[in-house]
């Protein structure tokens, strides 16, 4: 339980956490938090049309003369559905290929990790542009696209884990005593890789939203669905000249909040689980001592 | 390994990778539900004499990849006759069809506007890697200080930073500043060169910047990271007592040591922001390549689309390829190994 203290006992990870908390709340509890459905028909008259905010719609109105609160609320389930599905895909293709590359190797662990080498140097936007553009933007082809083009970290991060503990003492050990490779995989190998994957899933997810706002930006958001990147397109090609900083702001602020929020835990988590990020020679004076006397990077305590 | 052998293994892969990019591109755009050359051609806008010009083009009456029946037959040559082949035929003349929106040829298009792209994005990765390794040295130098947090901070923030909401931004806080949109003032007269080029570079700030910051983050996460593995390691331990002052020792053993890494990196980095170039030159509308396919894909432009993606991945295969083949240069591990 010790790493778990440390995280949400540090500033990053606690307020990390609760910035996600916010959103997640926000979008389970929509119907109840949002003054109104963005799904449903409304009378518009001229004026109501990019009204700015009064006591009754407290972020304006939009180019259709709908709530804008309303619609960021309801944005979070899309940008939330999109990053945990994206990235929990990600998550499961990258690990079994780098278990695969990593444990068994040979020709196919190769191939498989040639196709992840393949996808790194593919420019990754402009490829889920064309995607999408031809199969057409429904809500789970983007997340299948950007689940299936994002694992290449993942399965590199996995396999190098992999290929350094397979070969220690206890796996060694357990291989000895006719434990079968499933087996070593799940009960051995997989527990001790685990928290680097959880830290490298987080920080997917917020790429994921990233990518999902990048893609509803430029156009391409699942046009059933309320999105905060949809929101932007349309303030950006309807509401820029007439300054309409109540529809412009708020879904640009939102992305930008979760996608720090998960930063700031997928970075806090990874710092922790790292061991290797956690200290250096150049460091300070009194330690570099601490360290020529007590002997032996392993025996420091890290000091944090 | 010999270097030899390292360079032709490289440059394998990075053919490699272009044939996959070939037939993706191939099969994405012709097999695929939503084929554009099928929407095309049952268009009843199209005069006869179109269709036919098409049909012979693509070779829609041919089979897809190879035409078996001929190589049943012994006829070799003929086996190959099929739609891929006339889709390659095509490429390497230069041929990538025409844009459905503008009537001009693709490769026209292309060509006209890639430098626009080239330069931007050069101009910000040049500025983002210098700044992203200055301040991720210092941030790893000086690690756990409230430098360092401050460092770590800003980065994480230009990490999570939407591109285009970036834009947008310093696009409203500039007005009336800088120029905001296009390449050009509107009805400049380009009496000289020089008053258009610099009328050409104010137009450049906005965007480069915006791209700059967005990547910078990027690049003091790696640096920092990259530098603070390498000062964990026994040899700076070893520097550090033979009384060598920390400056030196950060500058002729970390730093260099750190930037091996840097240089994948970076290659590596170059697909990434090639789409931020697409999401800067919508906000902005430079007249680049990003712009071209934003607009391709408001219209459906296919083929526009299709030879913009083509052209991006194969410069980013090749500035990849570059970048490989520099590393063997720079690390002598490689010819040793």
Known sequence: MEPIRKFFLSPMGAIGS??????????????VIAPYNPYERVQVTPEDILAPPDRSHLLGRDDAGKDVLSQLIYGARVSLTVGFAASFMSMVIGTSVGVTAGYFGGRIGNLLMRVADFLMVIPDLPLMLVIIAVMGRG????????????????????????LSVKERQFVLRARALGASSWRIIWRHILPQVLPLIIAQAVLDISVAILAESSLAFLGLGDPMLVSWGMMLNFAFERALSRQAWWFLLPPGFAIVWISLALVLIGHRLEEIVNPRLRTHHLFNASRMVALLVGGGVGQQPATE | MQRGNYVLRKIGFALVTLAAVLVFNFLLFRILPGDPVKLIIHSPRMTREAQDRIRANFGLDKPIWLDLERLAEGDIPGTFDSQFTAYLVNLFRGDLGISFATRRDVSELLAERVWRTVVLVMGANVLAILIGMAAGLVAAWRRGSRLDTGILLAALFSWALPTFFLGIILLILARGRLPIAGMVTPGLKPADGLTYWLDVGKHLILPTITMAIVYTGEYILIMRSSVMEVL???????AKAKGLPTLRVLRDHALKNAMLPMVTIIALTLGYTVGGAIQVETVFSWPGIGRLMYEAVQKRDYPVLQGAFLL?????IIANLLADLLYSILDPRVKAE
């Open chain 2, 312 to 316: 991006l991945a194969v410069s980013v």
């Open chain 1, 18 to 31: 609760l910035m996600l908390l916010s959103v997640v709340v926000m979008a389970v509890f929509a119907p």
């Open chain 1, 139 to 162: 809500l789970w082809n983007i997340v299948l696209v950007i689940g299936l083009l994002s694992w290449t970290y993942t399965a590199r991060l996995v396999r190098s884990q992999v």
């Open chain 2, 232 to 238: 964990s390691e026994d040899f700076i331990l070893a």
